[in-house]
């Protein structure tokens, strides 16, 4: 039987981008995530609860979200999930994370007052008008 491993998260970095750059020149971004779900407790009453993922990127997406993204900002990731293992001082530990595959910008970005939206190619395009006879159209 085959496997498939697939994740896909959305919520809010809990930290500052730091990017690093290994050994050959490749650049690393590890993030933490913030995901809330609501769920109902055994008497019906709603809770909230937080679960902190822990992501990594590398290369230029890497870059990337660290130039764009900071602490508090909505994410969208998809990636695999991975078992880091190592050991220290005689003990073995593992710790599950996901390698981040893609990512989205979620939402706006504010500074102060000012808000700035990403720009899709439909802004970019050159829009030209065009008149069309209301005979031509079929309804």
Do not use: C
Not at 7 to 15: H, K, S
Not at 26 to 51: C, F, Q, Y
Not at 73 to 88: A, N
């Amino acid at each position: 039987m085959s496997s498939f491993n697939k994740v896909i998260i959305m919520g809010r970095l809990t930290r500052d981008i730091d990017l690093k750059s290994i050994n050959n020149g490749t650049s690393l971004a590890e993030i933490g995530i913030a995901v809330n779900e609501r769920r109902k407790d055994r008497d019906g009453k709603w809770t909230d609860a937080v679960h902190f993922v822990e992501v990594t990127f590398w290369g230029k997406k890497a870059e990337v979200m660290s130039q764009y993204l900071e602490k508090g900002q909505p994410v969208l990731i998809e990636g695999k999930l991975r078992q880091d293992r190592w050991e220290s001082n005689g003990q073995s530990y593992s710790k599950l994370k996901v390698h981040g595959e893609q990512f989205s910008f979620v939402g706006s970005r504010q500074y102060g007052s000012e808000v700035i939206h990403q720009k899709t190619d439909i802004d970019k395009a050159d829009r030209t008008k065009v008149t069309i006879p209301d005979d031509d159209i079929p309804f």
